[in-house]
């Protein structure tokens, strides 16, 4: 089994440069820094270059402040190959602004896919603020949207409407929940897609935690995709898998043809900054 790195360029977001735990990025025309416990080793650039910038200071796991502070909310676009969508960002008390930029590839990926298969049924679970879902449903897509934050489906909606969908079904669910709804019913899915946090808790204050989790989800979501033809994604950024791991998983219970990536961002002197792995492939 190859092992494929997926990077890619595009013009609103741009990796600048990382080192010392930290990364350096620009969102459109704003700059920021953010602590990232693999950016190791020394930046490119002495630190004295990382000006202009809104920097987050972590003031506990899950909490933290951007000095100067950035604007609630502004747009940003990916321009794929063949289409385009726009996103919102939006600072808040945590470090992430609403987009993973190192999944575009997949987004191009799931796009093309989706565009050969008209109307193909999308299940996105751990769905987050949309984009994966977006592109789908701009392929022409039926899209189904699940994730167990209310306002994660907040902002996913309205991100849809900036790119005006209205044809995404939203479900404010425990994952797990609506996988075995949909067992039971023998629902079936072109394509399916996951995104799961090491830990979390559902609207019924369920704690989800991937160790424990990941495998039964796996065992009764995999039986969903078709005989024929299908799509598989998921991504991951826990250290409690290795990519063979997941990959076994999988296979054990569909035998489907599969690759393992890495995520990574990538700076102007083609620097790579590892994010994530993936698990992914279409039939």
Known sequence: MEYHIRTTNWSAYQLLDFGEGWRWERWGKLKTIRPD?????????PRSFWQDSHCYTPKT????VWDPPLPERWTITYQGKGWHMQLWCRSGKFKHLGIFPEQ???WD??????SQHK?????????YTGAASIAAALAGGKVTHVDASRSAITWAVENAALNQLSTIRWLVEDARKFVQRASRRKE?????????????ISPESKRWEIQRDLPPLLEELLPLLPETHGLFLINLYSADFSPY?????????????LEIGELVLETPERRRLSTGFYVRGAW
């Open 61 to 64: 796991a899950y909490e933290g």
């Open 37 to 45: 416990k693999w950016a190791v080793g020394r930046p490119h650039q």
């Open 188 to 200: 079936v899915y072109d394509a399916l897609l996951l995104d799961p946090p090491a830990y979390g």
């Open 109 to 114: 990926w799931l796009y093309r896919w989706v």
């Open 119 to 127: 109307g193909a049924k999308v299940l996105n679970l751990f769905a």
């Open 104 to 106: 575009a590839s997949h």
């Open 245 to 257: 791991t997941l990959l076994r998983l999988i296979q054990e219970v569909r035998n489907i043809p």
